[in-house]
Nanobody, 124 residues
Framework: QVQLVESGGGLVQAGGSLRLSCAAS????????MGWFRQAPGKEREFAAA????????DYPDSVKGRFTISRDNAKNTVYLQMNDLKPEDTAVYYC?????????????????WGQGTQVTVSS
């Protein structure tokens, strides 16, 4: 089992930056691909970033590519999402998620383990 706790959300002006962290507990973190998803009010949860178990492979949707960077520190059981040049449309609750294998995936249904989410609000 993997338990996930996100932190680092907050209120930021457009053009600003935030770094989200996701602390994981459980013995399987180092072998698990990790993902970040987000959900804005009235919208479906959408993929934001994913990283393979060793951190060698990452993927992003076009909407955040070049602005967001996912990384992980397996020694600290933590995955990060660095978000730069934030836009009002990035406003959402951001969720950390873990797979039961090491390969990245972009669909939320591929992730059985989820954190409680952290709010990110970008003002214009």
């Amino acid at each position: 089992q993997v338990q996930l706790v996100e932190s680092g959300g907050g209120l930021v002006q457009a053009g600003g930056s935030l770094r989200l962290s996701c602390a994981a507990s459980g013995r399987t973190f180092a072998s698990s691909a990790m993902g970040w998803f987000r959900q804005a009010p009235g919208k479906e949860r959408e993929f934001a970033a994913a990283i393979s178990w060793a951190g060698r492979v990452a993927d992003y949707p076009d909407s955040v590519k070049g602005r967001f960077t996912i990384s992980r520190d397996n020694a600290k059981n933590t995955v990060y999402l660095q978000m730069n040049d934030l836009k009002p449309e990035d406003t959402a609750v951001y969720y950390c998620a873990a797979r039961d294998n090491g390969n990245i995936a972009t669909m939320s249904t591929s992730y059985p383990h989820w954190g409680q989410g952290t709010q990110v609000t970008v003002s214009s």
